[in-house]
């Protein structure tokens, strides 16, 4: 994706994927949430950042490649981020600018809680999701400043969960500040959905005899016991094979701990997040989220973009709208997706795979998916690299 190196991340301009176009432009003329707090944020945009279109985004549509002859980006989802990530990355004048934008979209200082946190603070849903965003953004910025070829050859991305924004960016569909936007609508709503009911998610490796609906349905019962009334318990995420997040009401998830073993579970951890994300708990922050995509405008990504929802290649904008919505409630498919991002003909080579953000788990689920796509497997991290820093 070539205009992405001839047209570096400019505030207001884009990147090769018309990413960081800057001001949201909208169909309406106001953001949900009432027209005088729309008519500040389209100011403050509009104060920080020019309308001009980049002169490289007519040839912004090139010629598509074939997986095998490109590489792969994969962007992190909640859980990667940690105390000082960004750290390094403010050489790069586009990181700057982008720090400088989410501030003004988000209403607080999203580099200083990066960089300095607190933890406690930086791990709630409402913050950690925005920051994991810009930071994998970040992290494209430096690998494009380290490894040019590396981004202008890239012909398919995936994100996980919150990923997928940061994905669809980097493809073009999204301008940076309209999903940083949506970003912060959907962890505000998730992070108040997940405060409503005491509910969690919880990791699980089984056995190949494990049946997970099974598990699922026998905790349903013993909350309905307990006077639960619908209670929740179903698998929110596909990571790899014999592995499983599970999540739902806590007792559920309670219950399925103390009979690992009858269940076929040979491992089973707590995740520390706040609630039982993809499931029809989080069913309260649908309508905020489908209200912000109505308004935001969504073009075709100029590369392949798989969404968590089936593991299929977005095909068109409303396609985008409509899976993003669906999403929140839905389970990560990210194994079927990894399929669908490495399938190829017997023989022919795979391409080179770069994470771009935060933390190394999607490589470390990709190595159990498809160990030989895991041996072209790169990272790049959310800091500067340490050599770099000493020069």
Known sequence: MGSWAAATWR?????????????????????????????????LLQSSVGAEEPVAAAAARRQWRSPQEGTVLLFPGQGS?????????????A???????????????????SLEGPRDELDRTRHCQPAVFVASLAAVEKLNHQQPEVVESCVAAAGYSVGEFAALVFAGALGFAEALYAVKVRAEAMQKASEAVPSG?????????????????????????????NPV?????????????????????????????????TRTKMLPVSGAFHTRLMEPAVEPLAEV???????????????????????????????????VVSPVMWEQTMHSVYERKQG?????????????????????????AWKQYNHVDALEDEEAAET
């Open 81 to 93: 981020q940690f105390v000082g990530m960004g750290r390094g990355l403010l050489r790069y004048p």
């Open 201 to 229: 998610m919880l990791s699980v490796i089984g056995r190949r005899e494990a049946n997970y609906k099974f598990a699922c349905s026998e905790a349903r019962k013993h909350c309905e016991s307990l006077g639960i009334e």
């Open 348 to 372: 022919t080579e795979f391409p080179y795979t770069y994470e771009v953000g935060p933390g190394k788990q999607l490589g470390a689920v990709l190595k159990k998916c498809n160990l030989k």
């Open 233 to 265: 318990c179903e698998i929110s995420n596909y990571l790899f094979p014999d592995s499983r997040v599970i999540a739902g009401h806590l007792q559920a998830l309670e219950f399925l701990q103390e009979n690992a073993r009858k269940y076929y579970f």
């Open 11 to 43: 505030l207001g301009g884009c990147s090769a994927r018309g990413g960081l176009r800057g001001v949201p432009r909208r169909r309406g003329s106001s953001l949900p949430g009432g027209g005088d707090r729309a008519a500040t944020l389209s100011d």
């Open 293 to 327: 995509l109505k308004s935001t405008e969504i073009q075709k990504p100029l590369l392949c973009v798989y969404s968590n929802v089936d593991g299929k290649k977005y095909m068109h904008s409303k396609h985008i709208q409509k899976l993003l919505v669906k999403q």
């Open 95 to 113: 990181v700057r600018d982008m720090y400088r934008l989410a501030e003004k979209v988000l209403g607080y200082d999203l580099l200083s809680l």
